[in-house]
């Protein structure tokens, strides 16, 4: 949906359960995205937890976790969704003169928009509630309720082990071959594919080097520097303001991503196209490990048309630093607007190789294997 | 890189200097002419059979001998096919498989591979459907993994070689990608994967004229062709150009160590084809004067680049630089799922050089064969799947393998 379209963004506030309070300065390019106040709508939901009917509290919980920013990565938000999807389909029971499979892709539907409120949908999560809802579609009709929610069930233990868990050992096993002693390998951010492979291939005895690469508000690199160290692996932690310093001793760089869309971007964590292009202009290889999922079949430009925007506060403030905190009372001035944004599209020129679990594929690849695959297994 | 600082540098040598003493010797001699009746195991595993070869063969044959050679191979192809199905079946009475373990694939390989007009991807194929016509198994999946290990035997023997490795994968796949095969009792079943196998022998072989026509609309008159290196395929393709009677004229690097453009321009000499030498270092001094560069390539790899001999990067650099088209003459079976990232990044595939003076010890040498040239130097690739673009070639490959 388009937030600038006022009449809708009407409409959709009547059927809101989180009650969001628009951002007071919005930047003007991108009023077609969310833009919301962020820390009012935790404590409210929290107190209204045991008052909400039609949200079942599994799905009620997950949508919290992702509002506050405790579950946090395509695969994890995904395999959470799931889960308290699982929980939903356990406890529901059809109600008289309605038949399962539309009331239950309606139930499925009415906690979707509950997280899309919440958060708005990564890609992954996308491309797994429409196999939910094709699954719920396909189901014969002489099914009973029970057979019915244990073959649902089935399923979506079948997606999440075959599309996700077993299909990040497979990305690791290819990625590891790419892995030689006395490598550099460069990361940014934490993705959880590529802190995989690089234990596994720790733990295969490689001797390497890895540099993490940082950025604010988020600091998700030093969750992964952190586990990474722990194991035994050299590490180097720098800022994204000093990749192109750091780039000339790098030999391999190695991103994870949310989606890659079917001109062969990459659809990233912010920053991820900045390391991607000064990896390009160094001759540097840029290996991106993403699971066949995640891939989607449209086409973007440019980073502005889709994107996500996150608290503007997170920007402006910088924590347990009070000396340099110069925005402390600029906030709400007219004529200031603070942007956080949360993705990127990285171009498919900056993009050596794409590696996801059908194998190790040039960018130009990726609709072949959304038209070949997808068809068969997904939507099948 | 730090790779390239200075206690990288002290570690290599001391390395060098502890396991591997030089020996000057061997850096005099030129390349040993491989020996023909090669046991299971390759004499000189170091050493690139594959390269080898191919310096044999250009070494050694003439034209004249390629055509007598030709023309024995098809009288050639009937005999060896009749006696091989008539001396090798023939031990089928009751026993068990002790007495057929006198058929070797790799003896079989090693008499195809001795025709030089043959790919040796060709060879390996009509190599490995010999198998099926010699074997002795009685159920589908016997016969399956007794090809698995033919095939295994042959790629392990030259590990270098990727068109090998690739020819043997695909006839893998196409000869048991059958279902109908399910339904079939035995004999006929194997009869079927016989002839699916005599059928890919069939194409492949004929891959070269099927290029050959295609490229023909890309070779307009008083066209200037770049050549490097000797490619079978880029012969056939300049030999279909003049017999049509086209006007075009062939520049020949000199390709060194192999001393490859001495043999084409030999060839296309013949052919009264405009032929000028030139060494190695003078292809950007005269890229002015030429309108493509056509090479051939030992493996087309997932990307869409070629691995292709040593200096065949340079070329590409350099018309790129200078906007000509460079066109890739390639069969099909050498389409290969590797994604070289580097140059470093494939297996090594060394061959001795002779520089005609003695080197000294203590000086390396660059012995590396081949090098890979990225996707984004390649303009188009001539195939016997038709004319296509290095993206393509992942599309082609994905549909065959997944």
Not at chain 1, 2 to 24: I, N, P
Not at chain 1, 241 to 253: G, L
Not at chain 2, 70 to 84: E, F, K, M, P, R
Not at chain 2, 362 to 389: C, M, N
Request: hydrophobic share 40%; with cysteine; charged share 25%.
């Amino acid at each position: 949906m388009q937030y600038d379209d006022k009449s809708r963004v009407e409409k959709a506030k009547k059927r809101a359960v989180v009650k969001q309070t628009e951002a007071r300065n919005r930047v003007e390019l991108f009023r077609h995205l969310p833009q919301y106040e962020h820390g009012t709508q935790l404590p409210d939901l929290e107190t209204k937890f045991f008052e909400l009917d039609p949200m079942h509290p599994a799905v009620y919980k997950v949508g919290l976790q992702y509002l506050s920013g405790d579950i946090r990565g395509g695969n994890a938000r995904c395999i959470a969704m799931f889960q308290a999807f699982k929980e939903a389909i356990k406890d529901y029971s059809t109600p008289p003169e309605k038949t399962l499979i539309r009331d239950l892709t309606a139930r499925i539907s009415s906690y979707v928009s509950f997280l899309i409120e919440c958060r708005p949908l990564s890609i992954s999560m996308g491309n797994a509630i429409k196999f939910l809802k094709n699954r719920i579609a396909k189901l014969p009709l002489a099914l009973s309720e029970s057979e019915a929610k244990s073959t649902l069930m089935l399923d979506i233990d079948r997606f999440i082990n075959e599309k996700i868990i077993l299909s990040e050992k497979v990305i690791v096993k290819h990625a590891v071959t790419k892995i030689r002693d006395g490598d550099v390998l460069l990361t940014y951010g934490a993705s959880s594919v590529v802190e995989m492979i690089l234990l596994h291939a720790h733990e295969l005895g490689k001797h390497f080097h890895v540099v993490v690469v940082d950025s604010r508000p988020k600091l998700e690199g030093q969750l992964l520097l952190r586990r990474l160290v722990r194991k035994g692996l050299s590490c180097t932690y720098t800022h994204v303001n000093a990749v192109s310093c750091i780039m000339q001793d790098v030999t391999r760089v190695f991103l994870g991503a949310s989606s890659v869309l079917s001109n062969g971007t990459v659809y990233s964590r912010v920053g991820t196209a900045c390391v991607a292009m000064v990896a390009h202009a160094f001759h540097v290889p840029v290996l991106v490990c993403c699971e066949a999922y995640k891939f989607h079949e449209r086409v973007q430009l440019d980073s502005i048309c889709f994107n996500e925007l996150g608290n503007p506060d997170a920007i402006s403030k910088v924590q347990g630093r009070k000396e340099i905190n110069y925005l402390d009372g600029l906030v709400n001035q007219e004529n200031l607007q603070l942007l956080n944004l949360i993705y990127d599209a990285t171009p498919s020129d900056y993009v050596s190789m794409i590696i996801t679990d059908y194998g190790m594929i040039p960018p130009t690849s990726v609709p072949v294997i959304v038209r070949e695959y997808r068809r068969d297994h997904l939507w099948s | 890189m730090w790779w390239r600082s200075a206690s990288f540098i002290l570690d290599r040598q001391q390395e060098q200097n502890t396991s591997y003493p030089p020996n000057p010797e061997s850096l005099l001699l030129s390349s040993p002419p491989p020996s023909m009746a090669d046991s299971l195991q390759n004499p000189k595993p170091d050493i690139s059979a594959y390269y080898q070869t191919r310096a044999a063969h250009h070494a050694v044959v003439t034209s004249d001998w390629l055509s007598q050679a030709q023309a024995a191979v098809s009288l050639q192809t009937n005999d060896d096919v009749s006696s091989g199905s008539d001396g090798r079946v023939a031990p089928t009475g009751g026993g068990t498989g002790g007495d057929n373990k006198t058929f070797s694939v790799i003896d079989e390989f090693n008499s195809w591979r001795k025709q030089p007009d043959l790919a040796e991807a060709v060879a390996a194929i009509r190599a490995l459907a010999a198998v099926i016509r010699a074997s002795q198994a009685t159920t589908m999946m016997e016969l399956e993994i007794e090809l698995k290990k033919a095939s295994d035997s042959l790629k392990a023997w030259d590990a270098t070689s990727i068109s090998l490795t690739a020819g043997c994968d695909l006839f893998m796949r196409y000869v048991t990608r059958t279902s109908a095969l399910e339904y079939e009792d035995f004999n006929s079943a194997r009869y079927r994967l016989i002839e699916r196998a005599e059928k890919f022998g069939e194409i492949s072989y004929k891959a070269r004229r099927i290029i050959a026509m295609l490229s023909q609309d890309f070779i307009f008159d008083g066209c200037t062709i770049l050549v490097h290196g000797f490619s079978r395929v880029v012969l056939e393709v300049l030999k279909t150009a003049a017999e049509n009677k086209k006007h075009f004229r062939v520049f020949c690097t000199e390709g060194r160590p192999d001393r490859t453009g001495l043999r084409l321009s030999n060839e296309l000499a013949k052919l009264d084809v405009p032929v000028k030498l030139l060494i190695d270092s003078a292809v950007a001094y005269t890229m002015d004067e030429v309108d493509m560069v056509l090479v051939g390539a030992d493996g087309v790899v997932e990307s869409g680049g070629i691995i292709n001999m040593m200096g065949t990067y340079q070329i590409a650099l350099v018309s790129h630089s200078m906007n000509k088209p460079v066109y890739v003459a390639a069969e099909s079976y050498k389409f290969a799922r590797l994604y070289p990232l580097d140059q470093k990044d494939m297996g090594p595939a060394l061959r001795t050089i002779d520089f005609g003076v003695p080197i000294p010890s203590k000086v390396e040498v660059e012995k590396s064969a081949r090098d890979y040239t990225p996707p984004q130097y390649l303009t188009l690739l001539f195939t016997d799947l038709g004319v296509l673009t290095p993206s393509v070639v992942s599309d082609e490959l994905i549909q065959l393998y997944l």
